[in-house]
Antibody
Framework: QVTLKESGPVLVKPTETLTLTCTVS??????????VSWIRQPPGKALEWLAH???????SYSTSLKSRLTISKDTSKSQVVLTMTNMDPVDTATYYC???????????WGQGTLVTVSS | EIVLTQSPGTLSLSPGERATLSCRASQSVSSSYLAWYQQKPGQAPRLLIY???SRATGIPDRFSGSGSGTDFTLTISRLEPEDFAVYYC????????FGQGTKVEIK
């Protein structure tokens, strides 16, 4: 059974760095073509793709947020970590991690974690 | 970066009616790497269609996808009560951009 679970702070202050962890089970981050995406959704708004990483360590970032994002993985811990620097109230959103395969879209989603940016 | 524009923003229909949702890309989507998702309030999205026209596992055949290049369509042949939700398209050939969504609401 494939599951993904996001963890991290529920509240961060403006200018702080957000670190989110996605812990996966039911598949291995070392499997060929396997990957994890981070996607966010501000309250009442649309989905926004942020970044992804594949088993071969290939990474891609949203053009508009590239300077603020870093994605990495720890295969032994079955974890993918996303950091976002210089947080702002407009970054308040539910952050999802999700499984992807090369040339395939998301097939499994985490439950999401709501991160609020406020002083 | 490919921009996806969905229309209409809101679709007001009755159960049993046909729904046609559009997704237009700012440039050609490679190999028809276009997906459709359904999202209900408080839930994560659910994959409906991938490769522009292939139904995901367990998706009823009233959902169908079509299109290529820059123009794609999701059709729900006869709306069931559980189909009223927000629908997003996503291109996954170059990064993973989403459209802004179409809300299908009960008329």
């Amino acid at each position: 059974q494939v599951t993904l679970k996001e963890s991290g702070p529920v509240l961060v202050k403006p200018t702080e760095t957000l670190t989110l962890t996605c812990t996966v089970s039911g598949f291995s981050l070392s499997n060929a073509r396997m990957g994890v995406s981070w996607i966010r959704q501000p309250p009442g708004k649309a989905l926004e793709w942020l970044a992804h990483i594949f088993s071969n360590d290939e990474k891609s970032y949203s053009t508009s947020l590239k300077s603020r994002l870093t994605i990495s993985k720890d295969t032994s811990k079955s974890q993918v970590v996303l950091t976002m620097t210089n947080m702002d109230p407009v970054d308040t959103a539910t952050y999802y991690c999700a499984r992807i395969l090369k040339t395939r879209p998301v097939d499994y989603w985490g439950q999401g974690t709501l991160v609020t940016v406020s002083s | 970066e490919i921009v996806l524009t969905q229309s209409p923003g809101t679709l007001s229909l009755s159960p049993g009616e046909r729904a046609t949702l559009s997704c237009r890309a700012s440039q050609s989507v490679s190999s028809s790497y276009l997906a459709w998702y359904q999202q209900k309030p408080g839930q994560a999205p659910r994959l409906l269609i991938y490769g522009a026209s292939s139904r995901a596992t367990g998706i009823p055949d009233r959902f169908s996808g079509s299109g290529s290049g820059t123009d794609f369509t999701l059709t729900i042949s006869r709306l069931e009560p559980e189909d009223f939700a927000v629908y997003y398209c996503q291109q996954y050939g170059s990064w993973g951009t989403f459209g802004q969504g179409t809300k299908v609401e009960i008329k």
